[in-house]
């Protein structure tokens, strides 16, 4: 079995240790982990350079998370961290004073700028920091090339006008306050799937789309030019779970992000968002929570199969059982021949 999973960061990480969960109790190796493969497509539009080092937010959460040493009070970082080198950093007004680097995190950050400037690629720099610890599944960068987002937000100094910021900035600064009026990633229209990213979607048994953002994660990953047509092309059933439960997002602010696009906030619009492959969409099936099952036959109008089931991931077998859910879902397409 080979499950190949688009996602982001905090969330995306919690339903990719749930789809590994998931694998092991399904498919076991005999020694604690499973038979089947996971590979994870991770965004890389929030990326940044800050103080001279490349960060990548969405890959180190899930880094941290499946070897286990990220901080699940914070939600992300290291655990045991300590910040002595951000604040000698303020001392010298280096970088961004509300944006700040743990120092074991730092260490991830250096080793991975030092490597790129050694020539190494990014997917080259991933295959490296996966070494470190045994994760269970195969992390790939969406790209190997840099399409940082930046968001143009209305310039409350100059009404009717608007200015342009990286999405950290807006993001954690600005905790996503100021209305964005778009997203757009740098050179997003010369970047093509890394090293091994088309073959993990085509090659796949399942795809996953996993319950992150659909304007900043999954958008980024998916407007890379080439991996749509991988989508397109698979035979695998490609199964999404909503990011959106009875209005509300899960975790983070994409409810920030989808006026942007005209997308409001609910299950069934981000479902039709994505739309299904039979009308040119990226998904096949579409999970949504128990709340918003209401919304099923309208979605399965649309051409897409449909369950609703419980998507809080409260812990580690809630998530599991989520995986599981959308493992059955995407089972059922293929029993039924949809394509």
């Not at 038979?35 to 990548?56: C, F, H, K, P, Y």
């Not at 299950?267 to 949504?288: K, M, S």
Request: some cysteine; overall charge negative; aromatic content about 6%.
């Amino acid at each position: 079995m080979q499950i190949t999973v688009l996602a982001g960061g905090v969330g995306g990480s919690r339903f990719v240790r749930g789809v590994r969960e998931e694998c092991a109790r399904r498919w076991p190796d005999g020694m604690g982990g499973t038979e089947a493969s996971v590979t994870v497509v991770v965004n890389t539009g929030d990326d940044i350079w800050l103080a001279g080092v490349r960060l990548m937010p969405d890959f180190d959460s899930l880094l941290y998370s499946l070897a286990g040493v990220n901080d699940t009070e914070r939600g992300w970082g290291r655990a045991g961290e300590t910040e002595r080198v951000a604040a000698e950093l303020r001392e010298w007004g280096v970088g961004w004073p509300w944006f700040t680097l743990g120092d074991l995190d730092l260490g991830t950050h250096l080793a991975r700028t030092a490597w790129l400037r050694e020539g190494a690629s990014l997917s080259e720099v991933a295959t490296r920091l996966q070494t470190r610890w045994p994760l269970g599944v195969r992390l790939l960068p969406a790209t190997d090339t840099e399409v940082d987002t930046y968001v143009e937000v209305t310039d409350a100094d100059a009404p009717g006008s608007t200015r342009e910021m990286h999405f950290q900035e807006w993001w954690t600064r600005h905790r996503a306050a100021l209305p964005a009026v778009a997203f757009r990633q740098r050179n997003i229209e010369v970047a093509r799937p890394a090293n091994g990213v088309a073959e993990a979607i085509t090659g796949a048994d399942l795809v996953l789309v996993a319950p992150s953002n659909p304007v900043v994660s999954i958008g980024t990953i998916l407007a890379i030019p080439g991996i749509r047509e991988a989508i397109a092309e698979t035979p695998a059933p490609v199964v999404g779970i909503s990011p959106i439960i009875g209005g509300k997002v899960v975790r983070g602010m994409a409810d920030a992000c989808l006026p942007a696009i005209g997308v409001e906030t609910s299950a069934a619009a981000v479902g039709r968002h994505y739309g299904a492959r039979a009308t040119g969409g990226v998904l096949d099936a579409w999970l949504v929570d128990e709340t918003d099952a209401a919304s099923v036959p309208a979605l399965e109008a649309s051409g897409l199969l449909v369950a609703s089931v419980p998507l809080w991931m409260r812990d580690l077998g809630t998530s599991a059982a989520l995986a599981g859910a959308a493992i059955d879902l995407g089972a059922e397409w293929r029993g039924g021949h949809r394509m």
